[in-house]
């Protein structure tokens, strides 16, 4: 499976950005599709996961104002809606692809993209 993230760029406090994942390969039989963050001198953290139930989970820190989705003609595209941004939420994004039940340990997933980054100024 190959990830390729987009989408990502500056901008101030209070914007919207979509990222964008899309797949190719074996895709979208896995169990879990998630987006996770990791800003400087931070360890990786989930951001948000969607199963293959469609059942969507959300960390705290975004909840409200981040949404995750599947394009609606194509599975092997992926989003993350990001609203409302701050500072804090200035990171490298990484969609990644796992064959087990959507968790936030990195470690459950096999396959990461490049990462697109998100820089929020105040």
């Known amino acids: 499976v190959l990830l390729v993230e987009s989408g990502g760029g500056s901008l101030q406090s209070g914007g919207s950005l979509r990222l964008s994942c899309t797949a190719s390969?074996?895709?979208?039989?896995?169990?879990?599709l998630a987006w996770f963050r990791q800003a400087p001198g931070k360890e990786r953290e989930g951001v948000a996961s969607?199963?293959?139930?469609?059942?969507?989970?959300y960390a705290n820190s975004v909840k409200g104002r981040f949404n995750i989705s599947q394009d609606s003609t194509d599975e092997n595209i992926l989003y993350l809606q990001m609203d409302n941004l701050t500072p804090e939420d200035t990171a490298m994004y990484f969609c990644?692809?796992?064959?087990?039940?959507?968790?936030?340990?990195?470690?459950?997933?096999?396959?990461w993209g490049q990462g697109t980054q998100v820089t929020v100024s105040s």
């Open positions: 990644a692809h796992s064959v087990w039940r959507c968790t936030w340990d990195a470690k459950r997933f096999s396959y």
């Open positions: 390969g074996s895709t979208y039989s896995s169990d879990c």
């Open positions: 969607i199963d293959a139930h469609g059942t969507t989970t």
